[in-house]
């Protein structure tokens, strides 16, 4: 009886020594934000950002969009966040958010090539071809036109716009004339 007691004393000891090492560590996490808690569980582990650029490499948006929410509870609404935000809401077909957040981030810096062009997706997805041009020209520019995906956007843009039937329509010469009491004919000479 006494072995099993002394036995049961010594591994007390070595369970309180145990959580004498990692008492410490559980007491500040403890006090850490939720995503803290989850990086620090993991060795070395990758921000948010880089978590969700990875998703939507794979193609799993909405697990995107909650890494880039996480990122944003981490590192607050950057430029950088809200842009991944939009691009994710873009590609779930959530074309109002994805405005939205595009928008915030342009606010934040109005050179931010991703943003514009994706904005100009967004656009160009609600057949706003003027102001889609607009953002394609603006990302070209600023990226110095080194990305062909922008240049084929800025062309694909161009071209709807002049498609859209409003490009160089012939002028016609309209009159009115009187026919009776109260009644017009309007005429139209090509």
Request: with cysteine; glycine share 8%.
């Amino acid at each position: 009886m006494q072995q099993v007691r002394m036995l049961a004393a010594a591994v007390c000891v070595v369970a309180l020594a145990a959580c004498d090492r990692t008492g410490a560590a559980d007491a500040t996490l403890a006090d850490a934000p939720p995503m803290s808690r989850a990086a620090a569980a993991v060795p070395d582990a990758a921000d948010g950002l880089e978590v969700g650029h990875r998703l939507m490499a794979a193609g799993e948006f909405e697990l995107a969009l909650r890494a880039y929410y996480r990122a944003a509870a981490d590192v607050g609404p950057t430029v950088d966040v809200l842009s991944a935000v939009g691009s994710a809401n873009l590609r779930l077909g959530r074309l109002g958010q994805a405005e939205q957040m595009l928008r915030r981030a342009l606010e934040q810096d109005e050179t931010f090539v991703p943003a514009l062009n994706n904005l100009g997706v967004v656009l160009a997805e609600q057949s706003r071809w003027g102001e889609a041009r607009h953002y394609f020209r603006n990302a070209f520019a600023f990226d110095s036109g080194r990305s062909d995906e922008i240049r084929e956007n800025l062309r694909l843009a161009i071209a709807n716009l002049d498609d859209s039937g409003y490009a160089e329509r012939e002028a016609y010469a309209f009159s009115l004339v009187r026919r009776g009491t109260g009644q017009f004919l309007l005429l139209a000479a090509p």
